[in-house]
């Protein structure tokens, strides 16, 4: 056999392109960088005070550091211009999706919050906080932000398996990680604490957190609860589909598994034409071959 034609070459060349252009896209790491909620203090940097660059040296260095670690806590300036700032992502993160997330975090802290003098921004897969000042002066358990689902659930043994959910989060803390996640009969839950929190602490933090959820919820399909140093949140899905990642009440649980199905459907029908158009085109390079070939 001969060397390929160059409109062999060219149509091959258009397969690869367009192959790559149909196959997925990481719409998983997408959904993690959309905002949760924002914090912002009421009080503004002074203009020409010096903090701007401070702030941006700050989340400079945070950024730098979040491809090796989920979680990383430091400071800048000195004196009145002290700032202190942490991220964190979630723990089943990768160092990739992490990093992309808390790259995404300076920019959403600056359009959300603007020049103020402390702030927090949670998304999906991670969160960015800075204050001036004394960064210990907020209550570890103080209520940051709560969302529940409209929806209720009829099961009547719901209420038991969310609470053998959350019982087994609590139990998995112990562990050290300072996360953890459960699949308790299509009850998902998940608990994250501050990555400097002590073992015991954490597990105050989170009692508190799914004492939260069972005051503000009840019984509803899913539920977030955000404090200042810990959060949980969980998601009812009785036939499974909580997805890559676990949505665990990100998506309001209303519709996280008609949304989990129908994007299982896309995968599937967009698999199967993908792997039509390859084999129309292997069919082509064949024919143009065999043409070569002949002559």
């Not at 209303?254 to 599937?268: D, E, F, L, N, P």
């Not at 082509?284 to 043409?291: A, N, T, Y």
Request: aromatic share 10%; with cysteine; hydrophobic share 35%.
């Amino acid at each position: 056999m001969g060397p390929p034609t160059s409109a062999a070459v060219v149509l091959l060349a258009f397969c690869i392109s367009a192959i790559s252009f149909l196959l997925p896209t990481g719409e998983a790491a997408q959904n993690l960088l959309e905002v949760v909620y924002q914090g912002c203090s009421s009080t503004t940097f002074p203009k020409n005070g010096g903090f701007d660059q401070t702030l941006t040296s700050l989340f400079s260095t945070l950024t730098s550091q979040a491809s090796q670690s989920r979680f990383y806590k430091t400071s800048a300036g000195s004196g009145d211009h002290a700032i202190s700032a942490l991220f964190q992502c979630r723990g089943d993160l990768s160092n990739g999706d992490c990093s992309d997330c808390v790259k995404r975090l300076p920019e959403e802290a600056n359009r959300l919050c603007g020049p103020t003098t402390a702030a927090r921004v949670q998304l999906q897969g991670c969160y960015l906080q800075y204050t001036a000042g004394d960064p210990n002066q907020v209550s570890g358990t103080e209520l940051l932000y709560s969302k529940c689902a409209s929806s209720r659930v009829t099961d009547s043994t719901f209420l038991q398996m969310r609470q053998a959910a959350f019982s087994d989060v609590q139990n998995g803390i112990q562990g050290g990680s300072g996360f953890y996640t459960v699949d308790d009969g299509g009850v998902y839950a998940l608990g994250q604490c501050e990555g400097d929190l002590s073992i015991s602490d954490c597990g105050v933090c989170l009692k508190s957190a799914f004492r939260e959820i069972e005051n503000r919820c009840g019984g509803v399909k899913s539920g977030q609860v955000y404090l200042s140093r810990c959060y949980a949140t969980y998601a009812y899905y009785p036939d499974g589909g909580a997805g890559g990642y676990g949505n665990y009440g990100a998506g309001g649980g209303s519709s996280g598994h008609a949304q989990q199905t129908g994007k299982t459907v896309a995968i599937v029908v967009g698999g199967a034409a993908l792997l039509f158009f390859v084999f129309v085109c292997l069919c082509f390079v064949r024919s143009l071959w065999k043409k070569h070939d002949d002559y």
